[in-house]
Every structure is written in C-alpha cells, then in structure tokens.
C-alpha cells in the first residue's frame, strides 16, 4: 500500500480509504481495527451520528467538520469490512446512492415537471420508495422501518408510515384522548398488576405521545433532545447558584431547589 498516497493531504477519499486499508491489513494493521466487525462498530456508527446532530445543535461549525469526518470514517470502516469479505465496496456503495438520488429526483435529473408543490413532492418521494420495497419483497407497510433506531424515533416513523394508509386518528382531539387512556391504564397497571404490566403501559404512553408529536407537527425525537438540553441548562443554573452560598445539591433540599429552579427560569425570561 503506498505510503506516498496514506501522506498526501490532498489525495481525497482515496486517502481515507487506504489509510483504513492499512488499519485492518492483518500483518501491519492496528491489533484493535483488525478484531472490528459490523456489530462491533454500529455502536461508534449511532454515537457519531448523533455527535454530528449534537454540533448542528450547538452551531459549532468547526466541531461539525470534525464529526461530519469521524461520521465518514464509519462509512469507510463498514465497507473496508465489507470488502474484505467480498460483499459490495466503497465504490458500489457510492455508486448505488448516486443511482438512488437520480432515480428519486425525477423533477430534477428526469423529464418530470418541476411545477408541484413540496407535498406533492413528498408524496412522489413515498411512491418511489414504495416501488422500491415491492422490488426487494417489502411488501408490507412498515417493512424498512430500521430496527435499530432510537425508539421514540422508531415510534414516529411507524405512525407516519401506517398513516400513509389511512391508519390513523382523523384529528388531535382524539390522540389527547387516547393519551389520557393510556395514563390511567399506566396508573392501574401501578396499582394492581406487576412491574411487567407497568412497563408494558408505560411503552404504549410513551408510543401515543410520539403519536401526539407526529399530528402536531413536532419530531419526538428533537423535542425531547431539546427538553434534555434544556433541563441541563436549568438544573446547571441550580447548582451556581447554591454554589453562590457555598453549597451543593446534596446539601439542600426539594423546596430549595425548586425555588432555585423558578428563578432560574425567571432569569432566562428577563
């Protein structure tokens, strides 16, 4: 493998490629890169992707070129494994979502009229990838939907799919309802059944809820992220402040706290 090539800064993803070449070869490799599979790096695939959202988040657009690279390298490290084993390569991959970008994007790199609206749009976006599930045996309306997905994203695309079919509540009133439902079937499942039953109820709470985030427009996911954000943020405005009269949370209590709290509000309001 040519050295010349692994120095050259300027050398693009082919660079990349056959630095990862020499991480796995298994004389002169990295002993660590070398015992990688698939299972073993998708953990690294999710925690980049969302470190990539995390700088989006934060607008730190250094950070983000940083994560958009280390996001990079997992492409690259899943098909130098792929490659190894003779499955597909850098190349067909890059190849295959090229095809796939043209033959979604008729309006664009087709004869389709680009006069329609940004729902239109959409709706010719699903039918395209319909047509595409039925030619790999997807048949089903909710084949594809990645199992590996966070949950409460996995939630939302579920009902956004089964929507598509008319498997839905015709307005939010009637998800508002289905929510207090499920809520006091959590609390009974509290009450008299087992830990099982409770989280049982607890999952079909949480799937109404994404449900709810779905007919209001908001994407579950995000929302939450940005309430962890924002819980973080107050809770780190309790702590300076009792940090102001020399303590710590472990040395006040609830009602101080929450005061704290509301006045860590009213300062974000002011």
Avoid at 99 to 119: C, I, L, Q, Y
Avoid at 232 to 240: D, I, K, L, M, P
Wanted: net charge negative; aromatic share 6%; hydrophobic share 45%.
């Amino acid at each position: 493998m040519p050295d010349d090539l692994i120095h050259d800064e300027n050398a693009g993803i082919d660079r990349l490629i056959h630095i990862m070449r020499r991480l796995r070869d298994p004389q002169s490799g990295c002993p660590w890169d070398i015992e990688q599979d698939f299972d073993s790096i998708a953990p690294y695939t999710i925690e980049e992707a969302y470190e990539v959202a995390d700088a989006i988040a934060r607008q730190d657009w250094p950070d983000l070129e940083g994560e958009l690279g280390d996001l990079l390298l997992q492409s690259v490290y899943h098909t130098a494994i792929a490659e190894e084993r003779g499955l597909f390569s850098f190349q067909t991959v890059v190849r295959a979502i090229s095809d796939k970008m043209v033959a979604r994007h008729p309006h664009v790199f087709g004869d389709e009229s680009r006069d329609k609206s940004a729902a239109q749009q959409v709706d010719d976006w699903e039918a395209i990838k319909a047509a595409e599930r039925a030619g790999r045996a997807q048949g089903g309306t909710l084949d594809g939907v990645a199992v590996g997905l966070p949950a409460l994203l996995r939630a939302y695309k579920l009902q956004k799919r089964a929507a598509r079919v008319g498997f839905d509540w015709p307005d939010t009133g009637q998800v508002i309802d289905k929510i207090r439902e499920e809520a006091a079937e959590l609390v009974e499942a509290r009450n008299t059944l087992g830990p099982d039953a409770v989280a049982e109820e607890f999952g079909d709470l949480m799937f109404v809820m994404a449900n709810l985030g779905r007919h209001l427009g908001v994407e579950p996911e995000a929302a939450l992220r940005a309430a962890n954000d924002k819980f973080t943020r107050r809770f780190a405005g309790v702590e300076a402040k009792l940090a102001a009269q020399g303590k710590t949370p472990a040395q006040s209590d609830l009602a101080e706290m929450d005061a704290l709290w509301d006045a860590v509000k009213a300062d974000e309001r002011a």
